[in-house]
């Protein structure tokens, strides 16, 4: 017997509570919203980047068979629904009729397959899709995935938005990597990349919205598109993206600082968005090394910190004190075994450290040279200073200390955002963890936690698995979260019924004359 | 003359030897490498190896130092792993844009440069002296990115007069090119200005002392006369090789301003390069500005030599 998970009601659901607002506003077509971004997205090939930057433009040209909803669960995008076997090791996703790509071909079975099978080779999280055995197209609007083992989580790896697993054309699905035509079947199509200057895509007119879905909901739901175009702009210099928006020739600056916020909230033509939680802010240790080796050295510093200190100099006027490794009102969200968060207590960590091996040596904290980590940095040296821990900061570029990083040696400590992963959920959050990947040193309790995840079916056991997981986090300190921090985003008043998200949607929104 | 120039022709082939090897050895100088851009901070080293793999990053390096010096020998730059195309058409196209920049800056720095500087030189000493020679050291003090900045804050937010940034082909729209360079151009201009008008004023006082400045005067010419056509050639041959250098460092400092304006010009694309560890670009554009400085030099030592013959008998 197989049993249907009729993911579509849920969709329902959740789409009209996500639209209930602004849809009574008066819509109109046409216009170009021009949204200035940090920087260029290193590729349009949705499959082969998990950079946020290129998410941000992707997601309006592609669409996956399962996209999040506003709560980051799985909803069915181009799938129409699936059906699990018994076992838990067969789906099989009926793929809706009638979608079209943009350049006129329809959707088929074929396509599917096709662009699953390049995401195996060469997506940049490959690793998404390593419990598909065969991948088959059963008819030619039906595709049949067979796993090797049962995954929980596997309609959570299909919809990730990460590197998303983007389904194109069949022929360009055949194509490697960064050699596609732009060619989706999303909201918008591709018009111009013009390297270090913009993008351009424009609304596709025969795109066939999801008959299933009301309203905006998430990454997924009903992509009514009002815009004629949109252009993201790159723009790497804070203070020009600025002056772009007051002067009118940027309508959404897709991140702003908090003094710039500031000084545009009394502006009755701007709007300030506060993207609450965008992030955690993360201070690793590396496991592979004394004295971060050492459980008792790492208990101390996790209850010397101050975090809100931290997190008030390193995202003044944006965060949340949360010691939760989820966001808020994400469906396995809980407080359960976070008691040790935050302690701020330099006594009881200097009592912690004179019981571990710490001799006074020089630590290396590296980081790279983005303003909010390197603050982070400074205020845990400073803190730490405190309780008699000697640190060098070691501030580099992102490329230099993202490699480091990963290396059993030359750091200690480590600083930056979690964005993405809390958003798509426990496994996500887990996974940077398992086979000590970023501690540099396997943790047992961790990796045995994440694989009884994986094969746990039952949303109760797996809700208890996480506790148990984030419980071990602060027990062992293998980690500290420091709070949650968020983004600012800055609009005209003329962008009607835009609400933030995780990438800034252009489906749903309109410009007033 | 022949002589001369084969020295200098021999020189430049040595730098550029010199710079090919720096060039290449880049891989081993920066740390990190490009699957940073495209992969975000919970990316495993497997997906990183995987992905190095896909661009090819894997080979032995030698392997590659080999492939490195074949390809530019035949005049290839490479193959951008982010642009996903020639380095060569990449830097092609984007020259034109800053091309145009440092050139409108060029003329501009030069103009006003010269101009201050006999203002200065005649007015040797006097309070308009003492406020050019202010405004120069200004010039030179002040950071372009700040001036940039300021710029953009008065002519474009406050008096909406002129775009922010961006770039305006010339064979689209010349008003719409002019607008769009008027603001990154000056703003360019500015340190040069400073620069040049320092030397103008220096050569052009050491030409006022002269005998035959003295005779123009005593035929009965307008100073005006004087200072122009007796003076000035005479005063050019150090401001020429001022301005070789200043032509050389327009191109240096068009690296940050396309940044602060958002210029899609030769600078960019190396610091974009140099941000994502995008090695072909980074190689074949530090290459191809070393090509350009060279150039620039052979040019003025040419000129020099031609206009003051002392130059070639050394």
């Known amino acids: 017997m197989k049993r249907w998970i009729d993911v579509g009601l849920a969709a329902l659901g959740a789409a009209i509570i996500a639209s209930a607002p602004g849809t009574a506003l008066a819509q109109r077509k046409g216009g170009d919203v021009v949204i200035a971004i940090v920087q260029a997205p290193p590729s349009l090939d949705a499959q082969v980047t998990s950079a946020q930057v290129a998410r941000n433009v992707t997601l309006h040209i592609y669409e996956t068979l399962y996209a999040r909803d506003e709560k980051a669960k799985p909803v069915p995008e181009l799938a129409e629904g699936v059906k699990i076997s018994e076992d838990g090791k067969t789906y099989v996703f009926p793929i809706r009729r009638g979608v079209k790509f943009h350049n006129g071909k329809d959707l088929d079975a074929n396509d599917v397959v096709a662009s699953l099978e390049r995401y195996r080779k060469v997506g940049a999280s490959a690793a998404l899709l390593n419990a598909v055995d065969t991948i088959r197209a059963t008819n030619s609007h039906e595709v049949t995935i067979a796993l090797k083992e049962t995954q929980s989580i596997f309609l959570d790896n299909l919809s990730s938005p990460r590197a998303p697993i983007a389904i194109y054309p069949a022929e360009e699905a055949a194509k490697p990597a960064n050699q596609i035509n732009y060619i989706g079947t999303g909201p918008f199509r591709f018009v111009e990349y013009k390297p270090d200057s913009h993008v351009k895509i424009a609304r596709f007119d025969g795109y066939v919205p999801n008959p299933n879905a009301t309203g905006r909901d998430g990454l997924a739901g009903k992509k009514e598109v009002f815009l004629d175009s949109v252009t993201f702009r790159f723009m790497p210099e804070a203070g020009a993206r600025n002056a772009a928006f007051e002067a009118g020739e940027v309508q959404l600056l897709e991140t702003a600082d908090g003094p710039t916020a500031k000084r545009l909230e009394s502006n009755k033509n701007t709007v300030i968005y506060k993207v609450l939680p965008f992030a955690f802010q993360v201070i690793k240790f590396n496991h592979a090394q004394p004295p971060t080796s050492d459980v008792t050295f790492r208990l101390a510093v996790q209850a010397a910190l101050d975090m809100e200190e931290v997190m008030a100099i390193s995202y003044p006027d944006i965060y949340q004190m949360d010691g939760a490794w989820l966001y808020p009102g994400a469906p396995f969200y809980t407080n359960e075994g976070v008691s040790k968060y935050n302690k701020a207590d330099l006594e009881a960590g200097k009592a912690l450290l004179a019981k571990s091996g710490y001799k006074g040596e020089k630590l290396t904290f590296i980081v790279d040279n983005l303003r909010a980590n390197m603050d982070t940095a400074t205020v845990v040296q400073q803190r730490l200073k405190d309780i008699g821990v000697n640190i060098e900061l070691s501030v580099a570029d992102w490329p230099t200390v993202s490699k480091a990083g990963f290396t059993p040696t030359g750091w200690h400590f480590w600083t930056h955002g979690y964005g993405i992963e809390p958003y798509e959920g426990p496994a996500s959050v887990m996974a940077p963890w398992v086979n000590g990947t970023s501690q540099q040193k396997r943790d047992e309790t961790i990796d045995r936690l994440y694989a009884a995840l994986n094969s746990a079916m039952d949303e109760r056991k797996a809700r208890q698995l996480f506790v148990e997981f984030q419980a071990h986090m602060y027990d062992d300190a293998v980690a500290l979260k420091a709070g949650n921090y968020g983004l600012f985003q800055i609009g005209t008043a003329k962008l009607k019924n835009f609400t933030p998200y995780r990438i800034p949607r252009m489906w749903g929104v309109w410009l007033e004359q | ?314």
């Open chain 2, 1 to 314: 003359m022949v002589r001369f120039l084969a020295k200098r022709l021999a020189g430049a082939v040595v730098v550029l030897a010199i710079v090919s090897l720096l060039s290449f050895a880049i891989i081993w100088l920066v740390p990190g490498d490009p699957t940073a851009a495209f992969l975000d901070a919970s990316a495993t080293p497997e997906q990183a190896e995987r992905l190095r793999r896909e661009l090819g990053l894997d080979k032995p390096i030698l392997l590659q130092m080999l492939e490195w010096y074949s390809r530019i020998l035949r005049g290839d730059l490479g193959h951008s792993i982010l642009l996903n195309r020639s380095v060569a058409a990449a830097i092609l196209e984007r020259l034109p844009i800053t091309l145009s920049l440092a050139g409108v800056a060029l003329v501009l720095a030069i103009l006003a440069g010269v101009a201050a500087g006999l203002v200065a030189a005649v007015n040797h000493n006097r309070w308009l002296d003492q406020t050019v020679m202010t405004a120069a050291l200004f010039g030179l003090s002040v950071p372009d990115f700040w001036l940039g900045i300021m710029l953009i804050l008065l002519f474009s937010v406050k008096l909406g007069a002129l775009p922010t940034g961006g770039f305006v082909p010339l064979d689209e729209d010349p008003v719409g090119w002019l607008r769009s360079i008027a603001l990154p151009a000056t703003t360019l201009a500015v340190i040069q200005v400073g620069f040049i008008a320092r030397m103008t004023r220096a050569s052009m006082l050491e030409v006022l002392n002269q005998d035959f400045m003295r005779t123009a005067d005593a035929k009965g010419l307008t100073r005006l006369d004087v200072v122009l056509r007796h003076g000035l050639p005479n005063a050019l041959v150090p401001i020429l090789t001022v301005a070789g250098i200043v032509a050389g460092a327009l191109l240096g400092g068009a690296v940050i301003i396309e940044q602060v304006f958002a210029i899609p010009g030769v600078g960019r694309l190396i610091i974009g390069g140099i941000l994502s560890r995008d090695y072909p670009v980074i190689q074949g554009g530090l290459l191809f500005v070393a090509v350009i400085y060279l150039g620039v030099n052979l040019v003025v030592d040419v000129l020099y030599a031609a206009i003051d013959p002392r130059v070639r008998l050394q």
